[in-house]
């Protein structure tokens, strides 16, 4: 009995120094980002300065709104800049309990799960994003109407939308495993087309956080992400 809670508290001890390596990398990627806070925010407001020249500059109307949206945009910076370190982390932990075959298999996983989870974003950012944008600024009328971005809600607006593609990105990579490992067979998902397709919309809403139009330019290449998903377990089944 005392072996086993050895055991048990040599596990938690380890979890202990994991959890707090990966802390000290978000934190660290996170101040430094925050020291580069500025031209960050440069980097992500350029697509909507491209489509709109005559826009110089964006707004904000709390005392405390530029300063958090600051920390905010450091932080999430900080989050993906360190997932590195952190992915590293929890493998050190789980790697030793898991037979050779089955660490082939999470490495891949992991490899692939992250390279489309960049794909997305970089889709959203370079792709999406400026047609979103010319699109959406395309109503401005002045001087009737005169477009004034607040600055917090645009980062919130470009950090939700690439969150959002980075998990769609995801969903012919799972489609493929739920195939391969034998949950499905290879001609489930083109037979149940339709339920899934309403499946997507709900979570297109819920990944831009219930935003119509944001909602409609995720749906689209939802649909197209989950066809090619359909052709690929087709393929390997």
């Known amino acids: ?30 101040s430094v980002a925050y020291a580069f806070a ?21 707004v904000y109307t709390n005392l405390t709104e530029a300063f958090f949206s600051y920390m905010k945009l450091a932080v999430l910076v900080g ?14 932990f789980i790697a030793p309990g898991l037979h050779a075959h089955e660490k082939s298999v999470a490495r891949t996983v992991i490899l692939m799960a992250s390279i489309l989870f960049v794909a997305g974003a970089s889709f959203s950012y370079w792709v999406v ?3 979103a944008l010319a699109f959406l600024m395309g109503f401005a009328r002045p001087p009737e109407l005169t477009p004034m971005p607040k600055f917090g809600e645009y980062l919130t607006f470009i950090a939700r939308s690439g ?6 990105f995801e969903i012919p990579f ?10 499905v067979g290879g001609g489930h998902f083109a037979r149940k087309r339709l339920y899934f397709y309403l499946g997507l919309i709900g979570l297109a809403f819920v990944l831009t956080a219930g935003d119509p139009f944001s909602a409609m330019l995720l749906a689209i290449p939802l649909g197209g992400l989950y066809e090619v998903g359909a052709l690929v377990s087709r393929a390997i089944s």
């Open 129 to 131: 994003m400026p047609r």
């Open 38 to 58: 500025q031209p960050i925010a440069e980097f992500f407001i350029a697509p909507l300065l491209r489509v709109s020249p005559a826009l110089t500059h964006l």
């Open 79 to 92: 989050l993906a800049a360190s997932s590195p370190v952190v992915i590293h982390q929890a493998w050190l």
């Open 1 to 30: 009995m005392q072996t086993f809670f050895d055991h048990c508290g040599a596990h938690l001890t380890e979890l202990r120094q994991r959890v707090l390596i990966a802390m000290a990398a978000v934190v660290v990627c996170s």
């Open 174 to 183: 799972l489609m493929a495993a739920a195939t391969k490992t034998g949950l």
């Open 163 to 168: 969150l959002a593609f980075g998990l769609a």
